[in-house]
Structure formats: C-alpha cells, structure tokens
C-alpha cells in the first residue's frame, strides 16, 4: 500500500485511536445498557462479511476500536485491506467478550462500510483510467471530505490506489477565480503566492479559459487546474502546456467522461465524489457462542 501521507510509521495507528474514540464516545456515552443484559464472562466467536463486492479499507480504524474495549480481543483479517472483497464473503473474524463485540459492533461497521466506499470508487476510477491506451493520469481527492474524517478518507483514497490532493488550506496554494480577481490577475497572483508561501508543498492555479492558461504558463505556473473545460478545449490546452506544467482537471467528471478526459493526455482528474458522494458498502457482522 502506498505511505499515507508524509506521517511516521505509528501516525496511521494513532489517527485511527481518536478517530474511534471519538466514535465511541458518541455510541457508547455511558455505557452500553443493552450489552449490560449479557453474561460478561460470555466468549463469542463473530465474522464480519461483506455483502458486496468492494476494496476493503479500515481495518485499522476496526482494530482501533476493538483495542480501546478490550486489547484481548483476537483479530483474524481473511481479506487484507486494499484487496477486493466478493459478495457474501467474510473479510474478518473476531473472538473475543460478547459484551465486547456486540458493543464495538456498529463502530467497527461504520468505518468499514464508508472507508471501504471510499476505497472501492476510488479503485474504479483508477481502473477506468488505467484502461485508456498512453494514459497518464491520475485520479484525485480533494477537500469534498466529511467533517472530522478528512485524513480517513484520504487514507482510503490512497488505498483504492487514487492520490492525494492537499490536505486542507494550511499545506498547499490553490488559486481559484476569486482569489485571482482579488489579487488583481493571473500574474499578479502567481507572484504573491510564491511570496506568501514559499514552503507550500505545491502552488497551483485554476484557469477558465485558454488566455488565462497561457498567462499562467507564461508567469511560471507549474500546477495548473483546468476547470469544466470541454473534451476540445482540454486537447488545445494540453498541446498548449506542451509539458510545461501539471495539468489537471476538475468539474464534469464522472464514469461516463473519465475516460474521454484522461485521452487528452492531462495530469491528474480530480473528483470530489470519491469522498462527498458515497454510497456505504453493506457489512453486517454475525456471531455464534463458543
């Protein structure tokens, strides 16, 4: 799996610790009174399955929250995060306390059924893309994330083999219409970017237009943002570029353009439905006394 981000070796596993407290806090308050009615020295024995093909993703956001309950559960993953998963098939197996599991029950789902959406689009898209001859584009998230669970979500972007735009407004320059008019232009922009922020991982600017693309092109730009260009427009804009910059595009995109998009030979495709409009994938999670 690609490294998640720039963070050391033991940020992923902390990342997934408040996330699922967080969760937990809000699930469990507490406790669980319905938990309470069972026998607490009760072992179970519980599979996670699938019921539709996906790219499994979160397990350590599932692991995280199993830990926190009880570090005695056992965790046995029969599908490793980021392969494909088929319907009806179960991903994981877990024995352990049944107050434990019936508790970390809906918290463990969660993550898994939108992490593993996330993931899964993301793999179709890339897999979309990849099918295009001389394809060089990559498919990519954006900030279109759900509020507390950016880093989550774009861990599971990264997963499903997709890439990473910014993390949020503190790492990287994106230039927008607004900004230019603010700024007075292209130009004068591009040259109070790289006065502002010149530690920014990356300066990127959008265009609307061919003039404006080759204004930034001509002030150095070297990460520009093609936005809802037509299919033409983006071949005159990547001959244009000839090379110079990173092209990428936004707006327009879904299943039925991202093929025509990624032939004319741009950069990057950015997509903020990978992580706005998801669709869980359906895990339930079934168990059975020792």
Known sequence: ????????????????????????????????????????????????????????????????????????????????????????????????????????????????????????????????????????????????????????????VRTGGGTNHRIGLYDAVLIKENHIAAAGGVSAVLKRALEVAPTAKFIEIEVETLAQLAEALNSGATMVLLDNMDLATLREAVALNAGRAILEVSGGVNMSTVREIAATGVDRISIGALTKDVKAIDFSMRMQEL
Do not use: H
Request: aromatic residues 6%.
């Open 1 to 156: 799996m690609t490294p998640f981000f720039d963070f050391p070796p033991n940020a992923l596993a902390e990342l997934a610790r408040v996330d699922t407290a967080r969760a937990l806090a809000e699930d469990v308050g507490s406790g669980d009174l319905t938990a309470g009615l069972i026998d607490p020295t009760r072992l179970v024995q519980a599979r996670v399955l699938a019921r539709e093909a996906a790219v499994i993703c979160g397990a350590p956001w599932a692991e995280a929250a199993l830990q926190q309950l009880d570090p005695g559960v056992r965790v046995n993953w029969l599908v490793a995060e980021g392969q494909r998963c088929n319907p009806d098939q179960v991903v994981l197996e877990l024995r352990g306390s049944a107050r434990t599991l019936l508790t970390a029950e809906r918290t463990v789902l969660n993550f898994l059924q939108l992490l593993s959406a996330v993931a899964t689009k993301t793999a179709d898209y890339v897999a979309a893309v990849q099918a295009v001859p001389g394809n060089r584009a990559q498919i990519v998230d954006t900030r279109k994330t759900l509020p507390g669970l950016r880093l989550a979500q774009k861990y599971a």
